[in-house]
């Protein structure tokens, strides 16, 4: 349990961080289900059927909903502080006494299939889909948080499946209650004692594979000249860690390197306008992913130019490092845009159970960001040479052409 005092009269966003995502999608045949149960713990229960359970937050003036990640399955609400209590009734429900016949569940899975099918009809979610497929080999990272389609068509076949999946992770040893806004400590523990005090905990654990190191480059193509070129640099890159320098120093390296203040933006859509779009940065994640730059081209044409000119510009990064006082500034940035996010409960909530999802515990935003004024030039061009290689590369192209042609 997690709560945040906050000044804000009236209001309380409570949300629990299920730590379960399509990585602990281990089985064969069965991706999928972390974001299937995203949709069915709104199916009801005894107590709560859809309807009721639609009327209740009515009554507390709130907005609930959920999303699934890689890591985590999270759900959220945030409404009128003095209902809390119906919260805490409302979610304790549901997370040990969700109920829901064959006939929902076929229901739900067809939903799923239509929302994979509209999702993949975009260009971009195709290369994202395979470009997880190529650049992974063992780990479970190799499939989306969607899962793959054919384990998304057998769906509606797998019932028996989804109870298990439901029994094995949706205990309390994968969960955390984060609470903030117009209340205190004091009402969070009570009302979570009295609502998830007699919660059984579970007995299952998940061994995730681990990934081999990747020897070479790899690629990705997809044909498609409905769409601007385009182009992404995926690097394999570190786990989350908030007692290692890594991640903080990328976050900086990628601020200033791939930000709209840098020499590349400038120079390659500014004044050349070969691109339309630039960005780049790291996956926050538990497990070893990637570190992803996306292009966005004018000109097909101008494709290998643009690759040479990136790495060109992670090159210099290695020999020289940055600009010490940019290097300032960008820390400074990064710092105070963050603090200045964190303005309502919900952004708060949000932002621990980003943190929560990785390490399971909230301290960690602290280490992490008390990490940030501790980057040095030296970690900025580490890092650079640590994970910036051609063996860690796979490149992605979206374009007309038959083949990807960049090399």
């Not at 939903?111 to 994979?116: F, L, N």
Request: hydrophobic residues 35%.
């Amino acid at each position: 349990m997690v709560t945040v005092p906050f000044d804000s009269p009236g209001i309380a966003a409570f949300y629990i961080v299920v730590r379960v995502g399509s990585r602990n999608e281990i089985e064969d045949g069965v991706t999928g289900f972390a974001h299937f149960f995203e949709h069915m713990m709104f199916r009801g229960t005894d107590k709560y059927p859809k309807r009721e359970y639609q009327a209740a937050l009515k009554s507390i003036g709130a907005s609930a909903n959920a999303n699934t990640s890689q890591d985590r399955t999270e759900y959220h609400m945030t409404g009128n502080a003095d209902k809390l209590e119906l919260m805490f009734e409302l979610e304790a429900d549901r997370f040990q006494n969700l109920n829901y016949s064959v006939h929902d569940f076929k229901t739900e899975a067809g939903a799923v299939k239509g929302e994979y099918t509209k999702n993949f009809a975009s260009p971009y979610q195709q290369m994202f889909e395979g470009v997880k497929n190529v650049a992974f080999d063992k780990h479970t990272y190799k499939h989306t948080t969607m899962g793959f389609f054919d384990d998304i068509v057998d769906m509606p076949n797998q019932y028996d499946y989804s109870i298990e999946f439901f029994n094995r992770y949706y205990r309390p040893e994968y969960c955390t209650i984060v609470v903030v806004g117009d209340v205190t400590h004091e009402q969070v523990v009570d009302l979570s004692k009295k609502y998830f005090g007699d919660w059984e905990r579970g007995n299952y654990t998940v061994e995730i594979p681990v990934e081999p190191k990747q020897t070479e480059t790899r690629f990705f193509h997809l044909q498609n000249g409905s769409i601007p070129p385009f182009l992404g640099l995926n690097y394999k890159g570190p786990a989350f860690n908030d007692k290692e320098i890594d991640m903080p120093a990328l976050d900086v390296l990628s601020s200033i390197v791939f930000s709209q203040t840098g020499d590349l933006y400038k120079k390659l859509v500014l004044e050349e306008r070969k691109l339309r779009f630039i960005g780049g940065g790291a996956f926050d994640s538990r497990d070893p992913n990637m570190f992803s730059i996306q292009i966005s081209l004018v000109n097909v044409e101008d494709m290998q130019y643009v690759k040479d000119e990136i790495v060109k510009a992670i090159e210099k990064v290695k020999a020289e490092g940055v600009d010490e006082e940019t290097l300032k500034r960008t820390k400074s940035n990064l710092k105070y845009s963050y603090a200045m996010g964190i303005d309502t409960p919900d952004a708060i909530a949000n932002s621990l159970s980003h943190y929560i999802q990785l390490t399971g515990d909230p301290e960690s935003l602290n280490r992490l960001h008390a990490l940030y004024d501790e980057v040095t030039v030296e970690d900025v061009k580490m890092v650079a040479n640590k994970y910036f290689v051609e063996t860690g590369l796979t490149i992605a192209t979206i374009s007309g052409l038959e083949v990807g042609g960049v090399k």
